[in-house]
């Protein structure tokens, strides 16, 4: 508790996870922590506006026929009439048949306690979640390269002191605005097909501003690598002493000298030279990455050429320098730790790996046996809904799937196959909106817990205020259901009982926190995972003496280009990429309800070179429509000079007809199954008479939540 009844949390949304102070009103103000160095951004500043939305969720709802809208009804008989169904799908297909769909927004708790709800209370293997869509791709690249998959493997304020700092496909000034302020003794370099505010800072920073053609980052980092073996860059000792696969990746970058790489990314060759020499004559450097790298179809073999790049200078596990990836959502790191992804049991975890099943279920109470095998990943698991064999009921917790999703069309019809959707939100988002059950949910200042944050540090989230009457929190939801569907095991619905379940789960694995405790976490201490024990003091930088295989040494992984899935042609001779405005957050559910927020951006936009934009009979402010094989989004026109001519860019913060996702390809990574958000092959016109933006849109007015509100026809 601070100053005048504050209390001391954490913003809801991103993975910056700046200090804030909410009071018992809900008043919202910046407080100084590592991370955000007493700042915040719009959406932090204006994140109280949601305690008391007046769209609030705040009894739960039942949808009275297929046709119709939502009724109130009593808790009880809530969770007692989702548990019934669920019991007789699962007694008429076996348990695959129910689904839980979590998200790396939950507390660690929440996604520990999702997890286990899953295996233990369900016994069904069919549970991922919307990190898939986020940082996978990365994860999976740090974990064949350096053993262990940490975002940042060192503190923020690391980056205080750099020299030079590489963003690969971040567009942090928008998406982390106050991790700027740890970057501005640095010349920075900006890889990104779009100028975007971060890449203007490069330029202003003395760096430069490299503008691929999207989906080709791996071939602009083979040349990288290429100029610095050739130029005599290459860390011959580093790469001796703590790597291996050096030259079977010399066998493929050989081949791309810089010339080569230019002619299919489109980056200057000299420029390549340039990145690799500061990089090479800096002592204190790093290349960081995020969505732009990964979100393709071989997003998992471009992150670790940037890897491979950053292993042949030497960068990683050396003091001032590093490799590290941005996280996304407020807890998208520790979300992946704990067990709500399909492959996956708490404390990272396999779970193929007898060992780590054993130790679960020991924890658990549960017979080995008992915990199912890997299940779908995200983007499968939503396209198997309703299939045959595939699952008829699902829950969703802290996901917009209808409009985050590649490919929404397919997904809003799997979703309408379902026999039953169970959605806990806050507010009555577009997926809320298509539920038949909808749980009212606690958010962030009314409830405890702890996030992961971006480096790997674990935090309190602290309750300020109390929930509005008739809100529960997810643990009390999820403990509710395990009950009136008779679980074997434990379902405690109070944070630090299921934290300290955690620990004893975590203990011994990757993501260890058996020494992590409420009470050293609130005596301020900086607690980086791992944490063995209760008298370890945490583990702020990773890699300074060994990675994390058992030999100690980092891989270096013979990668090669890959164009994208969907090539350009055919009547789709453009390519669009996704991304996000700063005063939006994701989906919108959250932001697009903000007044403030949705002043600046009320509605989406598509980015387009003036010269594209004219040849299209298009004009600044006029309505288009992006159109890929897949379906239509329509968007208000914003001519940008500097973007690329053959690249359009949609935010992806708005649903119904303005929805990116509309035109987004589901072809997914084969490693990490993270979808191809970022590239697709469209084309432009203007936007066909009549179709709006927002048309299709659901906003959860009130009519709409009542008996006689948009049914599921409508959806
Ligand atoms: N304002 C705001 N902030 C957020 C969020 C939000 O929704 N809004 N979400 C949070 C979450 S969950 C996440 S994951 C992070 C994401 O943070 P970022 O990764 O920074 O965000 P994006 O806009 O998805 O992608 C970054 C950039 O990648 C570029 N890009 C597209 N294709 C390519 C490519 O092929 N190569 C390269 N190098 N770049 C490419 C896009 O033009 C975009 O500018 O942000 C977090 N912070
Ligand atoms: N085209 C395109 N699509 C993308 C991306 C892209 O770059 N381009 N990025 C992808 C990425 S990186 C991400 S992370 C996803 C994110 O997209 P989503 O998974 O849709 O994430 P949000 O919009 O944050 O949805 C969170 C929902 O949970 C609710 N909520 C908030 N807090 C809680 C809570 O504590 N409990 C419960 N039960 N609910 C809560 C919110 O009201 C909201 O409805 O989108 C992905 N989709
Ligand atoms: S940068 Fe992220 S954590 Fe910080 S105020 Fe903005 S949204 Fe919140
Ligand atoms: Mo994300």
């Not at 002619?263 to 204190?284: N, P, Y």
């Not at 003091?319 to 959502?329: A, D, H, L, V």
């Amino acid at each position: 508790m601070g100053p005048e009844g504050r209390t001391a949390t954490h913003c809801p949304y991103c993975a910056l996870q700046c200090g804030q102070w909410v009071g018992p009103s809900g008043e919202v103000d910046a407080r100084d922590f590592p991370t955000n160095a007493g700042g915040m951004c719009q959406k932090g500043w204006t994140s109280g506006a949601l305690l008391t939305h007046p769209q609030r969720l705040t009894s739960p709802l039942v949808r009275t026929s297929r046709t119709a809208g939502f009724a109130e009804t009593g808790w009880d008989d809530a969770l007692t009439g989702v548990a019934a169904r669920l019991a007789a799908l699962r007694a008429e297909h076996g348990p695959d048949s129910v689904a839980v769909f979590g998200a790396g927004g939950l507390t660690n708790e929440k996604a520990y306690l999702l997890g286990k709800f899953a295996r233990v209370a369900l016994g069904t293997s069919q549970i991922d979640y919307n990190g898939r869509f986020c940082m996978s791709s990365a994860a999976a690249a740090g974990n064949r390269a350096f053993g262990v998959d940490r975002g940042l493997p060192f503190p923020v304020t690391d980056l205080d002191d750099a020299e030079l700092v590489v963003l690969a496909g971040a567009n942090v000034a928008e998406t982390m605005p106050p991790l700027m302020s740890h970057l501005t003794g640095a010349r920075l370099v900006v890889v990104d097909p779009r100028r975007t505010p971060t890449a203007e800072r490069a330029l202003a920073s003395g760096g430069l501003h490299l503008a691929p053609r999207p989906g080709t980052d791996l071939v602009l980092a083979l040349g990288m690598l290429h100029a610095a073996v050739v130029d005599g860059h290459l860390d011959l000792s580093y790469v001796d002493d703590r790597t291996t696969g050096f030259d079977d990746v010399w066998a493929i970058a050989s081949q791309w000298w810089p010339e080569r790489a230019e002619r299919v990314c489109g980056v200057a060759a000299t420029d390549m030279r340039t990145v690799v020499h500061w990089l090479a004559e800096s002592t204190r450097r790093y290349v960081l990455t995020a969505r732009g790298a990964e979100q393709h179809a071989h997003g998992v073999d471009t992150v670790a050429a940037w890897i491979n790049l950053s292993l042949a200078l030497g960068l990683p596990g050396r003091p001032g320098s590093g490799f590290g990836t941005i996280t996304g959502q407020g807890n998208g790191q520790g979300g992946r730790e704990h067990g709500q992804k399909s492959d996956q049991l708490p404390g990272y975890r396999h779970i193929a790996d007898p060992a780590a099943r054993a130790h679960v279920a020991q924890v658990w109470g549960v017979p080995e046996p008992s915990i199912p095998g890997p299940g779908r990943s995200a983007v499968e698991l939503l396209d198997a809904l309703g299939r045959p064999g595939g699952p008829r009921a699902l829950l969703v917790f802290g996901s917009n799937v209808l409009v985050s999703a590649p490919d929404a069309r397919a997904v809003a019809e799997r979703l309408d196959a379902l026999d039953l959707l169970v959605v806990a939100d806050v507010l009555p988002g577009e997926t809320a909106l298509r539920a038949d059950v909808l749980l009212p949910v606690a958010q962030w200042a009314e409830e405890e817990g702890t996030m992961t944050n971006l480096e790997g540090r674990i935090l309190r989230r602290r309750r300020a205020l109390a929930p509005p009457p008739g809100v529960r929190t997810d643990l009390e939801v999820i403990a509710g259901l395990a009950a009136a569907l008779d679980a074997p095991g434990e379902f405690p619905a109070d944070p630090r009982t299921v934290f300290n379940e955690l620990r004893r789960a975590s203990a011994g694995g990757i993501a260890d926190y058996a020494g992590v405790s409420y009470d050293r976490l609130d005596a301020g201490e900086a607690l980086h995972w791992p944490v063995p024990a209760d008298d370890h003091p945490g583990t702020p930088r990773l890699f300074t003496e060994r990675f994390g295989h058992p030999d100690g040494r980092a891989r270096m992984l013979p990668v090669d280009h890959v164009e994208p899935d969907e090539g350009t042609g055919g009547g789709f001779p453009l390519t669009v990429t996704t991304g996000r405005v700063l005063v939006h957050y994701q989906s919108g559910a959250q932001t697009r309800r903000v007044a403030e927020l949705a002043d600046v951006v009320p509605e989406v936009f598509v980015e387009v070179h003036p010269d594209t934009a004219a040849r299209h009979g298009l004009a600044d402010g006029d309505l288009a429509d992006v159109v890929s094989r897949r379906g239509t989004t329509t968007a208000r026109v914003r001519c940008v000079a500097s973007l690329r001519p053959d690249t359009v860019f949609l935010p992806f913060h708005f649903g119904g007809a303005g929805a990116a996702n509309n035109v987004t390809n589901p072809a997914l990574d084969p490693v990490s199954r993270m979808p191809e958000f970022k590239v697709a092959a469209v084309r432009l016109e203007p936007a066909s008479p009549g179709r709006n933006p927002s048309d299709g849109s659901g906003t959860g007015t009130a009519a709409e939540l009542s008996p006689t509100g948009a049914g599921r026809s409508a959806r």
